[in-house]
T-cell receptor, first 110, second 115 residues
Framework: KAGVTQTPRYLIKTRGQQVTLSCSPI?????VSWYQQTPGQGLQFLFE???????NKGNFPGRFSGRQFSNSRSEMNVSTLELGDSALYLC?????????FGQGTRLTVV | GENVGLHLPTLSVQEGDNSIINCAYS??????FIWYKQESGKGPQFIID?????DKRQGQRVTVLLNKTVKHLSLQIAATQPGDSAVYFC??????????????FGTGTLLAVQP
């Protein structure tokens, strides 16, 4: 069974641009969550989607958004990028209780 | 507010010794706890979990202990190996088996195994 797949693995963007990251959950998993990981703030919850609906959201500005498709694949978007958005963005999928993480997308904003 | 923190940011142990990584949490409503291992360049990997109605759970070479009285969680790794070197995170969820997948993570402990 394939694991959680995140694309791209690495990304470099300039300030003011927008970016879209993709996450394909484990087959059969309907819940997808996104996390931001930085050295200063650690792992922080961004949002969670289940059956195409956002059912939980963390304390991030409105520049961070996401969506989920009918096949459970999810995307997150960050608009008007800031230098502080540089981070590892992780996606996790869940079927029951255990959450499985992808390898993440390393975003660098210059 | 919600907070899950770690007492020791770095732990150095000798190969073959036992390791103990500690974690404190502040949300008494949390009912599910997980330990993750994160190696460089990889996403967090599930190690072991425990529900709040338990105080101990064992896996292969790992044991998680939960003390709800003092809101403390620990991960014990027996016979630590070089491959155990990684950052370890505790995480909490206060909706076990329910509708949310939201995890609150601790700050992480770097485990360095000396050969």
């Amino acid at each position: 069974k394939a694991g959680v797949t995140q694309t791209p693995r690495y990304l470099i963007k300039t300030r003011g641009q927008q970016v879209t990251l993709s996450c394909s959950p484990i087959s059969g998993h309907r819940s997808v969550s996104w996390y931001q990981q930085t050295p200063g703030q650690g792992l922080q919850f961004l949002f969670e989607y289940f059956s195409e609906t956002q059912r939980n959201k963390g304390n991030f500005p409105g520049r961070f958004s996401g969506r989920q498709f009918s096949n459970s694949r999810s995307e997150m978007n960050v608009s008007t990028l800031e230098l502080g958005d540089s981070a590892l963005y992780l996606c996790a999928s869940r079927q029951n209780t255990e959450a499985f993480f992808g390898q993440g997308t390393r975003l660098t904003v210059v | 507010g919600e907070n899950v923190g770690l007492h020791l940011p770095t732990l150095s142990v000798q190969e073959g010794d036992n390791s103990i990584i500690n974690c404190a949490y502040s949300n008494s409503a949390s009912d599910y706890f997980i330990w993750y291992k994160q190696e460089s360049g990889k996403g967090p990997q599930f190690i072991i979990d425990i529900r709040s109605n338990m105080d101990k759970r064992q896996g292969q070479r790992v044991t998680v202990l939960l003390n709800k009285t003092v809101k403390h969680l620990s991960l014990q790794i027996a016979a630590t190996q070089p491959g155990d070197s990684a950052v370890y995170f505790c995480a909490e969820n206060h909706d076990y088996g329910g509708a949310t997948n939201k995890l609150i993570f601790g700050t992480g402990t770097l485990l360095a195994v000396q050969p």
